[in-house]
């Protein structure tokens, strides 16, 4: 039988040591391979069939002028916003989303909006109210919907800066059909969810 000698011992770590420098060598490439990608949240799921319209462009002014996005029924779509001071409450505002039948066109399509808080925050019940127009973009449609208020509907004031003219903020809304018997065009659906809506918009002047 051979004898172990220390040079025998050494032998044996020099070798232990290439096979661990390899196995630190492979997990350094499979980390380079495989980096830690952090989830991105894909948004709520689109339901399908729903009538998707577009912002308009600065030809419609008189509507609004600024941006806004959100999601309608899990739907990704932009609109044009509108803010203005209501006639008939000198101080008291309200906020609109608008959609268009075709960019740059003054034919609205759908709006939503409601009242704005006073004050910059959060108003976990805000009046809304969602309304679509037909023809040429100023006839009421038959199908008229109603705020439903079994699910959420806020609206959250970031910035509302008079001397700007600006107002920036976010909102959530639910409607329901109310007739879903004799409904005027099929396409509409018997409900309609805005969410994480966000818009920057101009005072109307």
């Not at 492979?26 to 009538?51: H, R």
């Not at 600065?58 to 600024?66: E, N, P, S």
């Not at 939503?112 to 969602?130: L, R, S, T, V, W």
Request: charged share 20%; glycine share 8%.
């Amino acid at each position: 039988m051979k004898k172990l000698t220390s040079q025998s011992f050494t032998g044996f770590g020099l070798h232990y040591a290439l096979i661990l420098l390899m196995l630190l060598s492979l997990l350094s490439s499979c980390q380079k391979d495989n980096p830690i990608v952090t989830p991105v949240d894909p948004g709520p799921t689109p339901e399908k069939g729903i009538p998707i319209y577009v912002p308009a462009g600065k030809r419609a002014y008189y509507y609004g002028h600024g941006t806004g996005s959100g999601y309608k029924n899990g739907n990704r779509f932009a609109f044009t916003p509108s803010s203005w001071e209501i006639p008939e409450k000198p101080g008291t505002y309200s906020v609109f989303i608008n959609t268009y039948a075709v960019p740059d066109s003054v034919f609205q399509r759908e709006q939503m909006g409601g009242i704005i808080p006073e004050k910059p925050g959060i108003d976990n019940d805000f009046q809304a109210y969602y309304g679509l127009v037909i023809d040429g973009g100023d006839v009421p449609s038959q199908d008229r919907y109603k705020l439903d208020l079994s699910k959420p509907h806020w609206i959250n004031i970031d910035v509302v800066d008079k001397a700007k003219n600006m107002i920036k903020g976010s909102m959530e809304a639910h409607f329901y059909l109310i007739d879903t018997v004799n409904k005027f065009d099929v396409k509409n659906p018997n409900h309609v969810h805005f969410t994480n809506l966000q818009f920057e918009t101009k005072f109307k002047m």
